[in-house]
């Protein structure tokens, strides 16, 4: 419970007043059918707990009791079905807090805890329902407070103080997200070498799948994309039903969550194992457009930030394009009148930890925020002309290539946590085979 205990502490040590966070509910897929739950982000970050129906309060102004969680009751017929809960009297040792509550009991001490308290830290967007029993508590604090200890004058958003903290991984992070790393090359490796013509879409994406459990992934960190032929040209394409063919691409977007940290890695491969003039030439510029971008980064790392990254990429990708005969004219002209965008729409770079885009200011003081170490940034570019695009080149209509990898920034320099999964062109192709 170290690193869960160390957190809390630095929330208690950056705020003047009550944090309240609480966990995910539990959400209906259909009927008497529910969602897999996934605890929320910020509420295993400071705790680890990992059931529903809990919430957690950071107090610096209680005297004895800094942090406290209210969790359900121990019920032994609910957990016939849905197997053993944690319960009020074990839950303060388990999960080293000053103490623990009954869930049901959170409306008569909530208030209790507000009273006295300067600031209330606390996510108004994230659920409306315990918005408003927050609020009610808050209610309750304030008319006791006329004639006591005083109430919360102000609501602050989390984003001040512990999504800054998830921000910037420490080692245990960082090993956890190694090891997110390692499960996700292994899957793209089967990935691989399951692809072949006549096969389909969702056979590759099993092999993603299998590979993620059977390392000990409890879910992937987002649905995988799995796009052969024109449906690489799909951003968010998550269909992954098609047949493919040879002569095609097949663009990957897929990575694991192990121990509530996820991995997004994209890789693009010849569905038959080879690489022909047009597709080579197109993944080629993306290619190297990432790789200028990570040898940017290596080399000044202090002074670069994300949207460095995405102005070098588009550069280096509007100058391919124009030589692939996309697009016409110079450089600067061509990014000048985004026309680039019909072919690259979107960002190169974003936070990833516990969430696949994770939280932390991309910019601060109206400027944008620089690399530190501890930071974990994708570098993603892409091309995409669609099959239908009349005026594009015939020989690149409905190709797709993107790239990306992980990248932890390090007190030495950069860790490319994915650097395992083949991209160059032989090794790729070697891959395949």
């Given at each position: 419970?170290?690193p869960f205990?160390m957190?809390?502490?630095?929330?208690l040590?950056a705020?003047?007043g009550?944090?309240?966070?609480a966990?995910?509910?539990?959400?209906?897929r259909?009927n008497d059918v529910?969602?897999d739950y996934?605890q929320d982000?910020d509420?295993?970050?400071?705790?680890?707990?990992?059931e529903?129906e809990a919430?957690l309060?950071?107090?610096t102004?209680?005297?004895?009791?800094?942090?406290?969680?209210?969790?359900?009751?121990?019920d032994?017929?609910?957990e016939?079905w849905d197997?053993?809960?944690v319960?009020v009297e074990d839950a303060?040792?388990?999960f080293?807090?000053?103490?623990t509550?009954?869930?049901?009991?959170?409306?008569k001490?909530l208030?209790?805890y507000?009273e006295?308290a300067?600031?209330?830290?606390?996510?108004?967007e994230?659920?409306?329902?315990m918005?408003?029993?927050?609020?009610?508590?808050?209610k309750?604090?304030?008319?006791r407070?006329?004639?006591?200890k005083?109430?919360p004058?102000s609501?602050?958003?989390?984003?001040?103080?512990?999504?800054?903290m998830?921000?910037i991984?420490?080692?245990h992070e960082r090993a956890?997200?190694?090891?997110?790393a390692?499960?996700?090359a292994e899957?793209h490796?089967?990935?691989?070498?399951?692809?072949a013509?006549?096969?389909?879409?969702?056979?590759?994406?099993?092999?993603?799948r299998?590979?993620f459990?059977?390392?000990?992934s409890?879910?992937?960190?987002y649905?995988?994309i799995?796009g052969s032929?024109?449906n690489?040209?799909?951003l968010?394409?998550?269909a992954?039903r098609?047949?493919?063919h040879?002569?095609?691409l097949?663009?990957i977007?897929a990575?694991c969550?192990?121990a509530?940290?996820a991995?997004?890695v994209t890789?693009?491969?010849p569905v038959?194992?080879r690489f022909r003039?047009?597709?080579?030439?197109?993944?080629?510029?993306?290619?190297?457009?990432?790789e200028a971008a990570?040898?940017?980064?290596?080399k000044?790392?202090?002074?670069?930030d994300?949207?460095q990254?995405?102005?070098l990429?588009r550069?280096?990708?509007?100058?391919g394009?124009?030589?692939?005969?996309?697009l016409?004219g110079?450089?600067?002209?061509?990014?000048?009148?985004d026309s680039?965008?019909?072919f690259?729409?979107?960002r190169?770079?974003?936070?990833?930890?516990?969430d696949v885009?994770?939280?932390g200011?991309y910019?601060?003081?109206?400027?944008?925020?620089a690399l530190r170490p501890?930071?974990?940034?994708?570098?993603?570019p892409?091309l995409?002309i669609?099959?239908?695009?009349e005026e594009?080149?015939?020989a690149f209509r409905?190709?797709?290539?993107?790239?990306?990898d992980?990248i932890l920034?390090?007190?030495?320099?950069?860790?490319?946590l994915?650097?395992?999964i083949?991209?160059?062109i032989?090794d790729?192709e070697?891959?395949?085979r």
């Open positions: 419970m170290a205990a957190r809390r502490q630095r929330v040590d705020i003047d009550v944090a309240v966070v966990a995910a509910p539990v959400t209906i259909n529910e969602h996934r982000s509420f295993h970050y400071l705790t680890g707990f990992d529903p919430v309060v950071l107090s102004v209680h005297e004895a009791h800094r942090a406290v969680l209210f969790v359900r009751d121990r032994a017929e609910r016939v197997g053993a809960r319960g303060s040792a388990r080293g807090v000053d103490a509550f009954p869930i049901g009991a959170l409306g001490e208030p209790k507000l006295g300067p600031h209330l830290y606390f996510d108004l994230r659920s409306p329902a918005t408003r029993r927050v609020f009610a508590a808050l309750q604090a304030r008319q407070g006329r004639n006591a005083g109430w004058r609501v602050v958003s989390p984003e001040a103080v512990w999504h800054e998830r921000l991984k420490d080692e956890t997200m190694r090891e997110a390692s499960i996700t899957a490796l089967a990935a691989m070498k399951t692809a013509p006549g096969r389909f879409e969702y056979e590759v994406e099993a092999a993603l299998e590979v459990h059977r390392r000990g409890a879910r992937a960190a649905r995988p799995v032929g024109p690489a040209t799909v968010h394409y998550r992954n098609r047949q493919m040879a002569g095609e097949l663009l977007d990575g969550e192990f509530y940290y991995a997004d890789r693009t491969f038959d194992g003039g047009p597709q080579r030439d197109l993944y080629e510029v993306v290619l190297a457009a990432q990570l040898d940017a980064i290596a000044d790392r202090t002074t670069t994300l949207e990254i995405y102005e990429i550069r280096r990708l509007t100058e394009m124009i030589a692939l005969g996309l016409e110079e450089v600067d002209a061509r990014i000048e009148d680039y965008k019909r690259f729409m979107h190169t770079s974003h936070w990833i930890g516990m885009h994770d939280v200011a910019f601060v003081d109206g400027a944008p925020q501890g930071m974990v940034l994708t570098v993603e892409g995409y669609h099959a239908d695009d594009a080149p015939p409905g190709l797709g290539v993107r790239i990306e992980d920034i390090t007190a030495d320099g950069v860790e490319n994915t650097a395992a083949p991209k160059t032989e790729v070697a891959a395949c």
